[in-house]
Each structure stands twice: as C-alpha cells, then as structure tokens.
C-alpha cells in the first residue's frame, strides 16, 4: 500500500500540493490527471523519493519513502516508465532489460555487461513474452518501433517484481492503437502481479483503463 498523508509541496512561491492525501492499494492501476503544469510529474517524484514533501509524508506500507535507502527503493520496491523509454540503443532487447537485474544488485557504473545465466535468460525471455515481444530478445533497441520500446521498457520495469510502478505519460509519445496496448498491457501487469501501477497522464483512453482516476485539483488528490 501506498500512502499521501496531507503533503504539501511548493516550488519556491509556486505551490503544488496542499494537504493532499490518497491511498493506492496493491493489484490496481490508477490514472493520475489534471492539466499541464498541475504538479502530475512532481507527484510521482514525491511517491519515489526524488523529493520531499515540505509537509505530510509519502509512505510504503507504511515506511516513509525517505527513509528508505534509494537503491532499494528504485529496484525492488519502486521503478519507473518514462514517455522516452530510456533505452540504450545500441544494446539488445536483453541487455537493457538485464540493466534491471545489474543496477538492483551492484553499482554497475561503466561496468560491462556480463554475460546472463540460465535462469536469467528464462526470467527474460518470459517477461519479453508477458510484454507480447517473444522472440525479440536479440533485437537492438533503437531498432524497434516506439511501442515495441515502451513494451521493453515496461519488462525493464517489472524484472525485479517491485510493489510498485510509476508511469510518468508513458504513451506520450505513442500512436492510438499502442496507447490502447499499453494501457491494457499495464492494467493486466497490476492485476496479475498484485503491483500499485499509478500513471501520469493526460490521455482519456489510459484513463479508461485504468481501476480509478484521482485528480490534481486545486492542489489536491481528488478521487473521481
């Protein structure tokens, strides 16, 4: 479970947040909206621990996400999708997703990529084909179209089971027909592996798939 408890945030004068406060339980999905510059993004860096909240508290089952050491944090516990993908080109399907693997268990820094056991290969390819890209393990990245990138990156996302995810406009960037796939896609990920998937986005179709939509008004989580 993932817990708002009355935070507050401001950019300087700027405020964002204002005694905001929701609850997000495990094996949903949930579309965070409101209009450009509301504070969506900021929102989902307060859930990671990029930043603090000025008042109130951001908590893991009931851990504040602050006092949590950041490695893991953003490996087991919380990862993220960004409308970029993130991808390195001019690695394969599987070595960007064993980046997942290597940067929950080491510092991999310039480090290269070692070679992937058995298991780690089996792990891989079924996530490849819970994400609908079996066999395309040995494809370069930057290759690939713009959905079949966000499709890598959600496997990316999800290698290490974390409680929770957090997509940040992943279908941005995305034609109709792959904004529906991806929204369904995440929607069946939060259901099928008990996860907290919660989505920034300005879409209508992400919204419909998802199990509820909280919106940032008037500085606050209004559920609708």
Known sequence: MLEL??????????????????LFKEGSTTAIMGPSGSGKTTLLRLMDG???????????????????????????????????????????????IMLAFEATHKNL???????????????????LEEVHLAGYANHL???????????VAIARAIAMKPRVILADEPTGALDEENTQAIATLLS????????????ATHDATVAQ???????IQDHKLVEQ
Do not use: W
């Open 109 to 127: 820094g310039q480090t290269k990529i070692k070679k992937t056991s058995r298991t780690e290969n089996n792990t891989i390819d079924n996530l």
């Open 50 to 96: 990029s930043l603090q909240p000025d008042t109130g508290s951001v908590t893991i089952d009931g851990t504040n996400v602050n006092s949590i050491d950041r490695k893991k944090l953003l490996g087991s516990l919380c990862m993220r999708i960004f409308q970029d993908y993130r991808l390195i080109p001019y690695l394969d399907v599987r070595e960007n």
């Open 141 to 151: 990245a930057g290759q690939l179209s713009g959905g079949e990138q966000q499709r």
């Open 209 to 215: 798939h998802s199990d509820r939509i909280v919106r």
């Open 188 to 199: 069946d990920i939060a259901h099928k592996e008990r996860s907290i998937v919660i989505i």
């Open 5 to 22: 408890d009355h935070v507050g945030f401001s950019y300087g004068k700027r405020l964002i947040l204002d005694n905001a406060s929701a």
